[in-house]
């Protein structure tokens, strides 16, 4: 397999809920015109708490400083697995879980921290720029690793990494992270580029003007979560909303798998998680990989979050195993949890979500690519 290191240079930030209005004309140019400010990398992902950005140098610009936005001290850079040569953008997605013994768990041992962002259509791992020697030497036995410039996929030797390389210290004992399960279900979602302007009008509402009351901190078992997630990533659009907002949008326009599931999200992570803790993706990971199920994250500035698919007999017991660390209100990094998001930095929460049927939604023309992945952005997607 290989390995690229995408030109993007992206920037990861909190916007306040009460601060929206000052940024709502720059995020209506970064959402519907991105051609005029040359974003190519854009997220937008809407929580209780607030508003998490992730975007490229380009995007980043538009955004004036204020005391309503938090920024991330690190730049962070992209990496995308590509299988058999192929696009990242026209192949079936590799899986978090499936990338998880490659990719994530020899990161998190050489305490590499990392943010994880899934989409429709493929999956982001986001390392801090500065951890590019250390990801480069870990990672060089098991990938041809390849740097895009200018379009260009230029092969990485492995030797540039490895002056100053250190080998890992003993890792921490690893926290225990409660979880919220939320009882609304998610859906993931594509539109084409060209059919986006017949949704904006709904977009802009969902994401400006659909606000609910925030949720008392602590609560185990939510009756429903706000959660909107919106990426525009070279081209390619990924959406991730509940059940109830989707049914505000024509159903013609949105796009989703073949098996058109609904997912139930799990959330983890009682306080912000910080960037600087390592492995909560790779624990979860890990164990889903080993019994062969696919799963998928979407991080956030302050939570991870999760979702699971049922697929076979032999995952069922993983399932019972994360439903029950569901229930306990509470997952362990040492234990086989409920996914927490994190293998991604730590300020972010987790959601695991379960598919159920999901009618009256059009299916994607390349919607063979995107079943067994769950298509989902952002949120840890589990074939179980």
């Not at 980043?60 to 590509?82: G, R």
């Not at 606000?211 to 979560?225: C, F, Q, R």
Request: aromatic share 8%; proline share 8%; with cysteine.
């Amino acid at each position: 397999m290989e390995l690229h290191i995408l030109e993007h240079r992206v920037r990861v930030l909190s916007l306040a809920r009460r601060g929206l209005w000052l940024y709502t004309h720059p995020l209506l140019k970064l959402l519907f015109l991105p051609q005029r400010c040359r974003c190519k990398f854009f997220s937008l992902t809407e929580t209780p708490e607030d508003y998490t950005i992730m975007l490229d140098e380009e995007g980043f610009k538009e955004l004036p400083p204020s005391e309503f936005m938090q920024v991330a001290d690190s730049t962070w850079l992209v990496l995308s697995v590509v299988s058999n040569g192929c696009a990242p953008s026209g192949c079936q997605a590799t899986g978090v879980t499936k990338i998880a013994r490659s990719v994530i768990a020899p990161l998190a041992e050489h305490h590499v921290s990392v943010l994880m962002l899934s989409t429709y259509q493929t999956d982001f791992i986001l390392v801090r720029e500065r951890d590019l020697p250390v990801v480069i030497h870990t990672l060089a036995g098991e990938f041809d690793i390849y740097r895009e410039e200018n379009g260009e996929s230029i092969p990485v030797p492995c030797d540039d990494a490895s002056n100053g390389f250190l080998k890992p210290k003993s890792a921490p004992s690893p926290t225990l992270h409660p979880v919220q399960s939320p009882q609304n279900r998610f859906c993931i979602l594509t539109v084409a580029p060209d059919t986006l302007p017949a949704i904006a009008t709904m977009l802009i509402d969902v994401l400006f003007y659909s606000h609910s009351p925030p949720k008392e901190p602590g609560a185990g078992d939510l009756d429903s979560i706000t959660f909107f997630s919106f990426s525009l990533i070279e081209g390619y659009i990924s959406i991730v909303m509940d059940a109830e907002t989707q049914k505000r949008f024509p159903s013609d326009l949105l796009l989703t798998s073949s098996s058109g599931e609904l997912w139930r999200m799990v959330r983890i992570g009682g306080q912000p998680l910080g960037f600087d803790e390592c492995g909560i993706v790779a624990q979860i990971a890990e164990p889903l990989a080993a019994v062969d199920i696919s799963a998928y994250y979407i991080s956030t500035f302050n939570f991870d979050h999760a979702s699971l698919r049922r697929a076979s007999r032999r995952s069922s017991s993983c399932c019972r195993s994360a439903r029950r660390a569901a229930d306990s209100g509470q997952v362990r990094g040492d234990a086989t949890p409920v996914p927490s998001c994190a293998g991604l930095s730590p300020a972010r929460c987790s959601l695991l979500l379960i598919p159920m049927p999901f009618p009256g939604v059009g299916q994607s023309p390349v919607a063979q690519h995107h079943s067994a992945r769950g298509g989902c952005g952002g949120t840890l997607l589990c074939q179980c």
